[in-house]
Structure formats: structure tokens, C-alpha cells
């Protein structure tokens, strides 16, 4: 198997390691944490696919952060909303649901603290990720979202992974396979 995967997200390259998730997959190792380079373009990329008229980016935590704070800046939006993995003591009310991602095996939640619950009621909000691939993730940001009393306007992410290619429902700059790993 190859070691590295050439990502192409427009003028830019990446040299991505190939790392087994599963005796039988593998995948081309994307962080955007610490690459201010890739997340400005993509920003300004994914700002011309977002609708005009949205109130609040929700993104997850922690890798699509970077990238909803680019994204904010280049729409004008002065505050987005981040759903934590874990709920924290500060939080007032938190909702919770679970979510399971291609690249963790342990059960895992995504957290709406429910101050940020109360600025989405009745918004338009536009959920931000890093990279969609089984849509596990996103579908949790959605249901958080929906429980709140706003609607999803658009969703969209830097990279769509194996068969999120074919998703008409998000909008994404690149493709990134995923690695049989055979005998």
C-alpha cells in the first residue's frame, strides 16, 4: 500500500499519510489544525457556496473550529457556535446526542451548550466541517440543531471522503478516497 496520498485542494498540495483505521480501511490523514494556509483558502473557497442569507456556522469540534472562524470572517458573521465532544462545567442545560465518525471506535457525543442553544432558535445556520465521510458527525450537528429550533441551510466541509462524494446535500471543495487494505 502506499504511504502518502497528493491532496489537491485548488492550488494548494498536500502530502497526506495513509493510516489504518480497521483491519480491512485506511485513510489519508487529513488535520487542519496548525495549516492557516489551507483554512484561509478554503474559507474564502466555501464563502462562495454558503447561502447569503444565514444567521450562525456551527462547526464541531475540534478540527472544523479553525475553519468556522475563517469562514465567519469571510461572511461577516461575528460569532459562530462550536457543539463540544464532552460537556463542560460551564455549560447551562446542555443537549447531547450520540455520534459515531469513520475515525473513532470508542462511543462518542457531540454537546450543544444551551446558551448557544438559545441564539439558535429560529435561525438559519450553516454547519462547517473539516471533512465529511460517513456523515455520522453531521447528521448529530444536524439533530442538535434541529432540537434547538433552527434550520439547516446548507452544510459544507473542505473534503468529502469515500462515498460522501455522491451526497447532493453538501458542499465540498475536494475529494479524498478511502484505502482498501487487502492481502
Given amino acids: 500500500m502506499q504511504k502518502y496520498f497528493e491532496l489537491q485542494v485548488g492550488p494548494l498540495t498536500r502530502q497526506l499519510p495513509i493510516m489504518p ?11 487542519l489544525l496548525g495549516d492557516a494556509e489551507l483554512t484561509d483558502y478554503a474559507a474564502s473557497e ?17 478540527k472544523g473550529i479553525p475553519l ?3 469562514l465567519s470572517r469571510c461572511t461577516n458573521h461575528a460569532q459562530y457556535v462550536v457543539l463540544r465532544k464532552s460537556v463542560k462545567d460551564y455549560m447551562r442545560a446542555p443537549q ?21 442553544a438559545d441564539r439558535l432558535v429560529a435561525k438559519k445556520v450553516v454547519i ?9 458527525s453531521l447528521q448529530a450537528a444536524k439533530t442538535l440543531i434541529e432540537r434547538a429550533g433552527a434550520t439547516v441551510v446548507s452544510q459544507v ?14 458542499h465540498y471543495l475536494a475529494e479524498l478516497p478511502l484505502f482498501p487494505i487487502t492481502d
Fill in 21 to 31: 483505521i480497521s483491519d480491512t480501511l485506511a485513510i489519508a490523514s487529513f488535520v
Fill in 46 to 62: 466555501l464563502a462562495k457556496r454558503v447561502p447569503t442569507d444565514f444567521d450562525y456556522l456551527v462547526t464541531l469540534e475540534s
Fill in 68 to 70: 468556522a472562524q475563517e
Fill in 96 to 116: 447531547t446526542v450520540p455520534v459515531s465518525a469513520i475515525t473513532t471506535s470508542a462511543p462518542q457525543q457531540l454537546v450543544l451548550d444551551g446558551t448557544d
Fill in 128 to 136: 462547517v466541517d473539516d471533512v465529511i465521510s460517513s456523515g455520522g
Fill in 157 to 170: 466541509a473542505i473534503l468529502a471522503e469515500g462515498d460522501a462524494v455522491d451526497r447532493t446535500d453538501i
